[in-house]
């Protein structure tokens, strides 16, 4: 709430000009066909060996963009 009344508080207020009511989630439901999401999580195997995966997602379509799987991640391969 404080976050939204100091936004307000700089906004150049214009005369006749509406304030825009779409809400947070109308406008990712909008947006989501130009929205990547990325992700960076271990999973541990049943030999309990530790697995990193790296993964990108287009949010709109759910599209796997890119995926990458590493027993021994580094510098380059999170590149």
């Known amino acids: 709430m404080a976050r939204q009344a100091s936004i307000r508080k ?7 000009l509406r304030r825009a ?7 990712l ?3 989501a066909h130009s929205i990547w999401t990325c992700d960076f999580c271990v ?6 060996t530790a697995l990193y995966i790296f ?8 599209k796997v963009i890119h995926i990458n ?3 021994h ?5 999170v590149r």
Request: aromatic letters at 12%; zero cysteines.
């Open 10 to 16: 700089y906004m150049v207020k214009v005369k006749g």
């Open 21 to 27: 009511t779409q809400s947070w989630r109308t406008f």
């Open 29 to 31: 439901g909008n947006q």
């Open 43 to 48: 999973q541990h195997t049943v030999k309990f």
């Open 55 to 62: 993964i990108i997602m287009e949010l709109g379509s759910r």
């Open 69 to 71: 799987v590493t027993q």
């Open 73 to 77: 991640p580094t510098q380059d391969w």
